[in-house]
Structure formats: structure tokens, C-alpha cells
């Protein structure tokens, strides 16, 4: 016995402590499942035992759910249905006991570990920032195969249940007791004394009908076969119009949940399972997952091993869309932050858009009145840079302008302390350039978000020639803080997102020149995976914004960046996107149409094949990638993968952009690249890193 550890006091209170071996967290891999079925056998045989307590010997954590690297192993359906089936019938027989069963969550308590704690009777949680409680394996590709689909509805109700699994929802104690999920939420000092209350009332038999009494359940009317098809006809309408149907794991939990809600749990568990394995093996949930190992990863990166400076206060200078969106993310964490801007106007203006990010977390109930008081309370301002000396970081967010910048880093290091750190949140601008006349050149760094910073979890930390490893050190920990996701790239061009992702929307404007449909090639790529196609996307941008970094990207590159002549002539007519209301469409509040106008400033009549303009626009993504990879850009494929999910929300369910090169074969990228550069010119010519990968049959992923 390694997993647990059982013991017996002489009231007849068992507990059962859940500690795995060499790990800080508990996950329900197979063999600990098939350790808890030993102690479950013991059990059923025991007349002495009372009650069982299952608890956690790990800090913070109940169980974090099941082994993810045993799921990932899966590749044979029989062996899933065998394996999973065994897992049911423990948490069967954990359910079944002939005495209460107690499941104490301190800590995450997540997946399979959720569905262990359903299996008991009852359900104790503690109301601590640590504790979260959700059934999250659609976000894997899979749906709970432990039960969990069978249990939840019973005790949150049905429609409850269906939002709960197909948003991956994670729950705090009080909110899970709020919808029946748990029976108290305490706080975690006060854990002891509920577990003796409960010892006491189990004793005396008081405790089911107090509980009973309480609880919630599936409501009646949900059980109607007209209502539950409603309810669940409507779900599927809001996950297809949220993953435009490329996830099929939230679909099909949500038909799980529907077929089984009148079912005998041993009937609906059957069906659990049959749904199950198909997708533990299918290639989006592989994807999925391996996203995951590298989202955990990037976790535990630092990037540098010097030690991080402690930022307790801040300054945005510039607070245009970007400045204010990191200004709410420093407020959002409850770092001070004075806001720096010529103009009042523009400072009130700032300020205004972070109560509104605010009050938007208000209306989900995550926020009170009084928590946004006091972060906003943390906001000052001043339009003559002063007060800085204290600050620990200042954030630039001014125009993509190298002299403009140059000069705030002057008028800065003129007021802030030598210790503070001065990042840059350009896009494109090399650091070393901006920085070459710096008194401390070692404390500048590129902290590089991405719009919308309340949503887009990305930031690209850019080190220059100078710049020293604490500075690194310091904002890849702040970025953290503010719960994004840094990942460090190389000084270049655009550095790793935009350099590759421009490619992309300069294809697509060729394409149009040459007389190709807006909405067509838009439609072809959000089918593909987009979150928005790339004249959406440009609109959304600012034609500005993009023939300012296609120049720089030029400049850098040369002919394969050449841009689209559409772009500055879309500048002459001053169609700048969304910004204007006119630009590849035209904007008239959420709602938009193609700009007919647009036809004019197209020079030829081609209509493509659709494979054609998917390999054009994506292949040269992939081509560039694989470019950035040559020259150390960033570290892995993995990383780089990460950085276009997170960064330009290249879809998720396959994988990142690499991974679909290897799902597409690099011998069969490599001749599709060779055949568009006979056709449309060098900027398709691979990169030499494909052609010699290809040749060798090697993929940029290690499959096991």
C-alpha cells in the first residue's frame, strides 16, 4: 500500500489519506484506483466502521484529477472500455459502503477526483482562494468517464450540469454549495471542528435527514423528455456558436447527459463509457493534452536563473487600448499602478474602459462593488511623469513610433529609480535600437501583450543585447502574477507571433488583389479553425497598425514580406477598419457587411480551389515558424506552438501550428510549398529546416 493510508479510531471513524508518493499533488492514476479498491474490499467487511473520511495529505490540493499521461497512453478502445469500466465499479462500491463516506476537499478537486468525491455521501469544502471544484475533461477532449455525467445532474439538476461540464467550470467551496455540489463550505482552520460535527452527528444518527434537507437536486420538470431536449437543443446551439463545432467532446457530453438522465446509473454508465473512448483516442484530445503538458511546463519556466526584483508598485505610460488593458491587469491583481498620459481626457477615458472590464467580472459574480472600489482605489495618474520614483516597473504602451518611444525612455530614466525595470510593450521594435542611448540598457526589456489584454493570455518577453537576466527574471514572474503566459523569444522582427502571423494576412490580401472574395476566403479560414478570418481580423487590427509592422517586417525580411499594395491604398481613403467603420467590411456596431467599394483596388479575376488558399495562407505560417525555429527564436516547437494558440488563436484542436504540419506529413508540406513557389514566387520557398526534415522522415514532435 503506497497510495493511501487507512486508519481506524475507536469511535469506528475511518480515515482514508490520500498522499502519492514522490509527487506535491494527488492524481487518481490506475494503480492508486486499484489500491482503493483493496481498501474498499476491507471495508465492506468491516463491522466496526462507522464512517469514512477521505482526505488529502497534500497542501492545497484534494485530488487534481486523473493521470493525464495514462490518458494520453490510451491508443486501443477495448483496453479504455476495460480499464474505465473497473474504475466505475470502485467508485460503485465506494458509493454502495454500508456506512457514510466523507470527502474533505481542501485544495483543486478536479476530473476524477471530483467524481470520487460524488461517489461519497457527503461533501465537505473548504472556502479557500485554493479550493476549485469542476469535471474539466472537455477541455482535454474527452468527457467524465468515472461517472461524473451520472452523478452531477442529480445533485446540481440538469441544465446546471450540461453548463458546468461543457465550460469546464471550476468552482469555489461557497459557490459549490450555493448549486448542491458540496454540503458545507468552511473555511480551511475550521475543517477539524466541521469533520467532528459531522462525527458527532453520524453517531447519532441526526446527520442524513439535516443534510437531505438541504440539498437541491435535479428538479422534476427537468426530467420531461420535451424539456430535457430543449434544454439540451439549446446548450448544443451556445457550444456550436462558442467552437463552431470542432470540439466534439462538449456536444457529446451534452448528448450523454441527455439520453441518461432517466437511466439506472449502472444503464447511463455504459453510455458514459461508450462516448468515452472514441474521443480518448481521437487525434483532437491527443492535441489537447499535448497542449496541456506544455501549458504546465511553461508554468514552472522562469527563463533566466536569477531571482526576480518584488514589484509592489507600477506605471503605464500610453493609455490607448493597449495601456489601459495592462493597467486593468495590474489593478486586477491588486499591484498599485499610476497611469501616465498627456491629456486628463485621455487619462479619464483610460480609466472608464477598466471599470468597464471590472464591471463586466461584476456581472458574472466574481466580483462586488466593494473589491472594484479598492482596485480602482490603487489607480492614479499624472500627465507630467511625476511620483515615479518609487515605482518598480514602468510599462510603455505609446504609439509603434522608435523616436516617440525613445524619447519616454529618456524622460523616464530621468525620473525613476536605477533599480526600476522599463518594459516596452512594442510589437515589432527591435529593444537594442530603442535602447542604444539608455544610461541602464540592462533593466530595459520587451513585455510584448496582446490585444485584448483581458482576454489574450500571451506575453512575449524580449531580452536586448543588455538586458540584464533579473530584468528578465522580473517580468517573466510579473507576467505570471498577472496570470498570463510569458514565453521568451529572441530579439527580431516582429519577434515570434506577429512575425509569423503576418505572412498570413499579407497572403490574404494577395489573394484578394488577384480577385479572390473577402467573405470567401474569411469563411474558408474560420471553418479551418480561426477564431475570425484574416480581413476580420485586419479590421479589427487598424489598416494603419498593419501597414505600419508589414513596413517594419519588410524592411527586416525583404521580398518574402513584401506587402500587399491593398493596405496603403486603403490608407488613402482612410478605411482603417473597425476604427473608422470602413475598411475590408463595413462596420455598423456588432453587425458588418462586405465594403463593396473594395472591388475597385482589386487588379485580376481568379477564383481558387479551396485547398489552394488554405495551403497559402497556412503553409507560409508553418514556412515562417519553421524559420523562426532555425535561428533560435524561441526554444522549442512546443513553445512556439503555445505562443500561436494563446497568441493568435490558431485552433486549438489541432494542436498548434507545427503539430499540424506533422498531422499534414512534412514530405507532403514541403511539396505543397515547392508547388506554390513554382506558381506564386520565392516567399514560398521552404525553409531549409522542412526540406531536411522531410528528407529524413522527421517530425517536429516525438510521438511515443
Known amino acids: 500500500m503506497k497510495y493511501f493510508n487507512l486508519t481506524t479510531d475507536d469511535r469506528g471513524i475511518a480515515t482514508l489519506t490520500f498522499d502519492t508518493p514522490k509527487s506535491s499533488v494527488n492524481v487518481l492514476c490506475f494503480d492508486a484506483l486499484y489500491e482503493l479498491r483493496e481498501h474498499i474490499a476491507a471495508l465492506e467487511t468491516n463491522g466496526d466502521v462507522k464512517a469514512l473520511f477521505i482526505e488529502s495529505a497534500k497542501k492545497d490540493i484534494f485530488i487534481a484529477g486523473a493521470d493525464i499521461n495514462e490518458i494520453k497512453a490510451f491508443k486501443d478502445e477495448a483496453e479504455i472500455v476495460s480499464k474505465l469500466s473497473e474504475g466505475q465499479e470502485i467508485f460503485y462500491r465506494l458509493e454502495n459502503l454500508p456506512f457514510p463516506t466523507i470527502a474533505m476537499i481542501d485544495g483543486a478537486c478536479l476530473g476524477g477526483g471530483l467524481e470520487l468525491a460524488m461517489a461519497c455521501t457527503y461533501r465537505i469544502a473548504t ?20 461517472g461524473g455525467t451520472q452523478r452531477l445532474p442529480m445533485m446540481v439538476g440538469f441544465t446546471k450540469a450540461i453548463e458546468l461540464i ?36 453520524i453517531l447519532a444518527d441526526t446527520l442524513e435527514a439535516k443534510v437531505l434537507s438541504k440539498r437541491k437536486g435535479i428538479k422534476w420538470y427537468e426530467m420531461l423528455a420535451p424539456v430535457k431536449t430543449l434544454i439540451a437543443t439549446m446548450a448544443k446551439k451556445a457550444v456550436n456558436k462558442k467552437t463552431a463545432g470542432h470540439y466534439p467532446a462538449p456536444l457529446q457530453a451534452i448528448d450523454v447527459l441527455e439520453e441518461t438522465l432517466t437511466m439506472s446509473l449502472e444503464d447511463g454508465l455504459k453510455v458514459e463509457l461508450d462516448v468515452f473512448a472514441p474521443l480518448a483516442t481521437s487525434d483532437i484530445s491527443k492535441n489537447l493534452i499535448e497542449l496541456f503538458f506544455t501549458s504546465e511546463r511553461l508554468k514552472k519556466e ?123 510593450n512594442t510589437s515589432s521594435l527591435d529593444i537594442s535600437t530603442l535602447t542604444k542611448t539608455a544610461r541602464h540598457p ?44 510569458p514565453i521568451k523569444v529572441s530579439e527580431c522582427a516582429g519577434f515570434l507571433v506577429n512575425r509569423t502571423l503576418l505572412p498570413y494576412l499579407n497572403e490574404a490580401a494577395k489573394m484578394f488583389e488577384e480577385g479572390e472574395d473577402v467573405e470567401r476566403i474569411d469563411k474558408l479560414l474560420t471553418d479551418f479553425g480561426m477564431p475570425m478570418g484574416p480581413f476580420t481580423l485586419t479590421d479589427e487590427v487598424g489598416i494603419d497598425i498593419g501597414d505600419k509592422v508589414s513596413t517594419i517586417l519588410h524592411d527586416a525580411y525583404g521580398s518574402r514580406m513584401t506587402p500587399s499594395s491593398v493596405l496603403e491604398r486603403m490608407l488613402e481613403k482612410n478605411w482603417l477598419g473597425k476604427k473608422t467603420g470602413t475598411g475590408f467590411y463595413i462596420h455598423k456596431g456588432k453587425n458588418k457587411s462586405y465594403n463593396s467599394e473594395m472591388t475597385a483596388l482589386q487588379y485580376g479575376h481568379k477564383t481558387l480551389e479551396d485547398n489552394t488558399i488554405l495551403d497559402r495562407a497556412v503553409l507560409i505560417m508553418v514556412n515562417e515558424a519553421a524559420k523562426c525555429l532555425e535561428e533560435g527564436v524561441v526554444d522549442n516547437a512546443q513553445y512556439l506552438d503555445m505562443a500561436m494558440v494563446m497568441g493568435t488563436g490558431f485552433p486549438a484542436f489541432r494542436g498548434g501550428l507545427l503539430r499540424y504540419a506533422d498531422s499534414e506529413g512534412l514530405e507532403s508540406v514541403v511539396a505543397r510549398l515547392k508547388g506554390l513557389e513554382e506558381q506564386y514566387g520565392e516567399r514560398f520557398s521552404p525553409a531549409s529546416s522542412l526540406v531536411e526534415m522531410a528528407e529524413n522522415k522527421q517530425k517536429f514532435y516525438d510521438e511515443p
Open 442 to 485: 540592462e533593466r530595459f526589456v520587451g513585455m510584448h501583450f496582446f490585444n485584448p489584454v483581458q482576454v489574450m493570455p500571451l506575453v512575449e518577453i524580449i531580452a536586448g543585447d543588455e538586458t540584464s537576466d533579473e530584468t528578465v527574471a522580473t517580468v517573466v514572474s510579473l507576467a505570471k502574477r498577472l496570470g498570463k503566459t
Open 127 to 146: 472556502n479557500e482562494a485554493h479550493t476549485r471544484l469542476g469535471l474539466v475533461e472537455v477541455s482535454l477532449g474527452i468527457i467524465p468517464g468515472l
Open 166 to 201: 461543457t465550460a469546464s467550470k471550476r468552482l469555489k467551496g461557497d459557490k459549490a454549495l450555493k448549486l448542491g455540489l458540496v454540503d458545507a463550505s468552511v473555511p480551511a482552520g475550521y475543517l477539524g471542528f466541521k469533520k467532528e460535527e459531522y462525527i458527532k452527528a
Open 302 to 424: 522562469h527563463f533566466s536563473d536569477a531571482k526576480p526584483q518584488k514589484i509592489a508598485r507600477s506605471t503605464v505610460i500610453g493609455v490607448g487600448t493597449m495601456g489601459s488593458g495592462i493597467a486593468w491587469a495590474l489593478a486586477h491583481k491588486d499591484i498599485p499602478v499610476r497611469l501616465g498620459a498627456r491629456k486628463m481626457p485621455s487619462i479619464a477615458k483610460a480609466m472608464t474602459k477598466m471599470m468597464k472590464s471590472f464591471e463586466s467580472i461584476k456581472r458574472r459574480g466574481r466580483l462586488t462593488d466593494r473589491e472594484i472600489g479598492l482596485k480602482m482605489d490603487r489607480v492614479t495618474h499624472t500627465t507630467e511623469l511625476s511620483g515615479l520614483g518609487g515605482v518598480d516597473i514602468v510599462i510603455e504602451a505609446v504609439s509603434e513610433d522608435p523616436k516617440v518611444k525613445q524619447k519616454v525612455f529618456s524622460d523616464l530614466e530621468a525620473r525613476v529609480s536605477d533599480e526600476c525595470v522599463i518594459a516596452t
